[in-house]
């Protein structure tokens, strides 16, 4: 853990912190040794890993609505943090498409919350604001998109993050740099990993299925999507809100995915995950039409390996056998805790 030495004291604020990617992040910076405070909804689903995690216990966690701008700017009053990571978000395609008003009003307006609350306390010196691959008007080609391609998400989750990169884009322009606040966000493909409940995502899906003995349905097995291990993006996340920290010119914008050959279409993923599974775990193919999905996205992160030297850590099979280790532990009544833990020292042993 030496490389996140950094946070050891820092007063750090995570929105979204009951989710899946905000409890693993929580996680790592508690083992840091930061001051974590955490802004959210309740968690969003049941099980979920922000309660089986214990991490409730190590941090101050708010309940809050990212809407609600009077209850942030009270937060940040009383936390004073120096980091922000903003992660809050409604982040299924599908249920955008349920929902829409909702998705803006937390994406987009959210966004100018927290943007807000960052230009009216000075304590803050690096602010990141997590998003998603999707934010780029997808022409699915074969190759990656980079950080200067046009954003214009085509559904409402997606079209509401490319909002959300034009929000924090404005603020930037408009403020952030005259007061010399490091401002970055992070586009992220799809992630996996240990703990993840989610309804409509498919690793869930899987274990879902695998827990009551079932086949697997899939409904898009062509579709072509690039995944990572949830600790991939968020480790990241920490080191490039720690750059900016430190020197404000690695502020910016940057795709956070894995290599090429870990885009794999949604049949090999279960394919994978049948493997590290193991007992006889079968799936079908169920197409089952439904609102637009692209079916070819990935991220061209040429970029991050440039300036920060990163390359990934683990890739694709690695990272559902690490999820399906997980989730076995679970099953098991072992405590979560200690596995989330140990996962963690291994992600970083292997890049130290």
């Known amino acids: 853990m030496r490389a996140l030495s950094f946070y050891k004291g820092k007063k750090v604020l995570v929105t979204g912190h009951t989710g899946f990617k905000g409890t693993w992040l929580c996680k790592i910076l508690v083992n840091a ?7 959210s909804l309740e968690a969003p689903t049941n099980p979920n890993l922000f309660e089986l995690s214990g991490i409730e216990n190590e941090i101050k966690s708010i309940i809050g609505d990212i809407r609600d701008l009077e209850h942030l700017k009270q937060v940040f009053t009383e936390v004073q943090p120096e980091i922000v990571l903003h992660l809050a978000a409604q982040p299924i395609v599908r249920d955008s498409y349920k929902d829409p008003v909702y998705t803006y009003e937390t994406n987009v307006m959210g966004t100018v919350n927290i943007c807000e609350c960052v230009r009216l306390n000075s304590c803050v010196k690096s602010f990141l604001n997590v998003t998603t691959d999707k934010v780029y008007h997808n022409n699915e080609w074969e190759w990656g998109y ?7 998400g085509y559904d409402p989750y997606s079209n509401s993050k490319s909002c959300s990169e034009l929000v924090t884009h404005s603020y930037i322009n408009s403020f952030f740099k005259e007061n010399g606040i490091a401002v970055s966000t992070a586009r992220a493909g799809n992630v996996i990993g240990g703990g993840d409940f989610a309804n409509d995502r498919i690793i869930p899906d899987c274990i879902r299925a695998a827990m009551k003995g079932e086949s697997i349905i899939v409904r898009n097995p062509h579709s072509t999507r690039p995944y990572q291990h949830v600790l991939e993006p968020l480790v990241v996340y920490l080191r490039i809100a720690k750059e900016q920290y430190e020197d404000i010119k690695y502020a910016g914008f940057y795709n956070v995915g894995p290599d090429d050959c870990d885009c794999v279409t949604t049949g ?15 799936w079908e193919n169920r197409f089952m039409g439904g609102p637009h999905e692209a079916n070819f996205l990935k991220l061209d992160c040429s970029k991050i390996k440039q300036v920060f030297g990163w390359s990934p850590r683990w890739h694709v099979e ?26 963690i020292r291994e992600f970083m042993n292997k890049g130290e």
Request: with cysteine; glycine share 8%.
């Open 146 to 152: 980079r950080e200067n391609d046009p954003l214009d």
């Open 268 to 282: 090999e993923l279960v394919d994978l995950f049948c493997n590290a599974w193991g007992e006889d775990q079968t």
């Open 33 to 39: 040794g930061a001051d974590v405070t955490g802004y």
């Open 318 to 343: 690695e990272a559902v056998r690490y999820t399906v280790e997980w989730a076995k532990a679970w099953v098991n009544g072992t405590d979560v805790s200690e596995v989330m833990d140990q996962q």
